[in-house]
């Protein structure tokens, strides 16, 4: 690290479960983020402030003026823009030595199969339960660790796939891809703005965790926070020993 690196991320280096080697893996660290609508605006902010030193930025949308409530790297005179080069203006106003690598396409089996591979952590910023369980599945094949969050309403949940650990369950596991469930969206069902805010700040947290070594994951932990009334419950998960997608 130079000079300036040492001072922008010297408050990270003063941790003792981080210091220059975990801010140096910080540093040497490519984060896949899928999704860069309310949970990737956090997600990606928190990444590159903090300094991971690649990030590919995966969504095929475009910023509109319903999105500005809550997915905050985006702002009113980008709306119509990519949200990819959105989020990654906004990303380097705060460090412009973040590497970010913008990708406007729909996160399908055979992208996400190439990228996965090359990430050292993934985020699933995503809103659908098809594209979660490519996701999930993507990295389970190449046995990287995976943040998923999730937010309607005032409902969140986050948790922790890592095919490393041996007995932690994917997320097929805890929530079966044949199962028949009702697709809830931002669109349809309405969405707490700062709830997005927490969960997408979680996934950072975790990613950053993950990426320097700094405390255990959520793996085999699913939290699920109820913003109603502010309260987390946790539910300690387990690996399916038939489970269509890590048993095999
Ligand atoms: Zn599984």
Redesign the pocket.
Known sequence: MNDQQLLRYSRHILLDEIGIEGQERILAAHALIIGAGGLGSPAALYLGSAGIGHITLVDDDAVDLTNLQRQIAHTSARVGQPKVTSAAEAVLAINPDAAITCIQARADATLLDGLVATATVVLDCTDNYATRHAINAAC?RHAKPLVVGAAIRFDGQITVVDPRQANA?????IFAPNAEFEEVQCSTMGVFAPLVGIVGAMQAAEALKLVSGAGPSLAGRLLMLDARNMEWSALQVR??TN?A???A
């Open positions: 389970v369950p994917c997320y097929a596991c690996r399916d489970c997608v890590c048993a």
